[in-house]
C-alpha cells in the first residue's frame, strides 16, 4: 500500500501501525476500554475507541497537511 500511494503521489496514513503502538503503549488491561469486551469482542473498537481513532487519523493529517482534518473534532 505505502509503496502504491508513493508511486501516484499519494499521502498514506498507517493507521494499523500507529492504533498497534498505541495499544502496546497502553497495554492489555488499558486497552478493554477501547473495544466491545462487555460483548466478548476483542476486535472491534467501542465508542472510546473510535474517538481515540479519529484522533489518530486528525493528527496524521495534520502532520501531512491535508485540509480534511479541519473537517474531523
Do not use: C
Not at 500500500?1 to 508511486?7: E, F, G, L, R, V
Not at 488499558?30 to 469482542?41: C, K, R, V
Amino acid at each position: 500500500m505505502k509503496a502504491y500511494a508513493q508511486t501516484v503521489n499519494v499521502p498514506v496514513i498507517d493507521l494499523h501501525q500507529k492504533s498497534g503502538a498505541w495499544l502496546t503503549q497502553i497495554g492489555e488491561a488499558e486497552s478493554a476500554n477501547y473495544f466491545m469486551t462487555h460483548a466478548g469482542d476483542n476486535t472491534h473498537l467501542n465508542y472510546n475507541g473510535a474517538v481515540e481513532l479519529n484522533r489518530m487519523a486528525k493528527e496524521e493529517m495534520e502532520k501531512l497537511g491535508l485540509a480534511l482534518n479541519t473537517y474531523l473534532k
